[in-house]
């Protein structure tokens, strides 16, 4: 057995929750190793926010993707601070975010969890850099230190996602002009945060970049999540939040997001 399908088996046999993937069992046949889980009818986020034309799914509503990232952050405090032994996933991203019959969101992928022994905040290092290139958080990269920081770090660009609608790594056609990045690529977050960092009225900036298929959408909660996306994404670790601050956020701007959306009913 490879070292992540067993890294995988091993965590969620022990850890539960509603927003993590269920493990239902695992099968061998010949030279195949295989894990079974529940069914998520609506497939993988990534497949609804980048190009859900292509697969006849229609735009997520703005409510929707609030509750989907208040759904993952609660799945993630729960492993970082709810567990002992606390894990760290190191996997976060869109494509490993499952959405079950009623857009309901549950993590799945924990092949590359790191486990941290003493506490959620206190560094360990990683033998090798494992994960995804726009997700990794700075000094992952540059140190292979790990810190259930280095989730929140990749969540804050899954909150850019939600807004954005854009790829965590983009083409350099999908933003052209002159810059210091060298590569085919620029990353999702390097762009977000030079137009907010570069505007005074940061909702501007978020609008500039705004998915286009959010035509329907509250503006203080666009803002408040784009606040916090950015503090995520911070480049000092020690300065991001913690997923129980950012589930607490999150549910605040849900209550927002749902209060308006009642509103805009009632006057239509």
């Not at 857009?103 to 790191?114: S, W």
């Amino acid at each position: 057995m490879s070292k992540e399908f067993l890294s995988e088996l091993n965590v969620l046999c022990k850890v539960r929750h509603s927003n993590l993937i269920e493990l239902i069992g695992y099968a061998a046949g010949g030279d195949s190793l295989f894990l079974v889980y529940e069914y998520a009818q609506n497939g993988a986020l990534s497949d609804h926010l980048h190009k859900p034309e292509n697969r006849d799914y229609k735009p997520l509503p703005w409510t929707a993707r609030v509750q989907i990232a208040l759904d993952v952050a609660k799945g993630l405090e729960h492993i970082h601070e709810c567990t002992k032994p606390y894990y760290v996933h190191r996997y976060v991203k869109t494509s490993n975010i499952l959405l079950d019959s009623n857009f309901r969101a549950k993590i799945a992928d924990f092949g590359l969890v790191k486990l941290l022994e003493h506490s959620p905040e206190v560094a360990a290092t990683a033998s090798r850099i494992v994960g995804t290139f726009g997700y990794l958080a700075p000094e992952y990269i540059r140190d292979g230190c790990v810190t259930t920081k280095s989730d929140v770090y990749s969540f804050g660009v899954v909150l850019m996602e939600l807004i954005t609608g854009q790829p965590a790594l983009l083409n350099r056609d999908v933003n052209p002009g002159n810059d210091h990045h060298s590569g085919e690529h620029r990353s999702l977050v390097d762009r977000v945060l030079s137009t907010l960092n570069a505007i005074e009225n940061i909702m501007t900036g978020l609008t500039n970049f705004l998915d286009p298929n959010l035509t329907y959408y509250h503006k203080d909660s666009i803002l408040q999540m784009g606040l916090l996306a950015k503090d995520c994404v911070d480049d000092n670790w020690r300065r991001r939040p913690n997923m129980s601050n950012v589930a607490i956020r999150l549910s605040l701007i849900l209550i927002s997001s749902k209060e308006w959306e009642k509103e805009e009913c009632i006057y239509k």
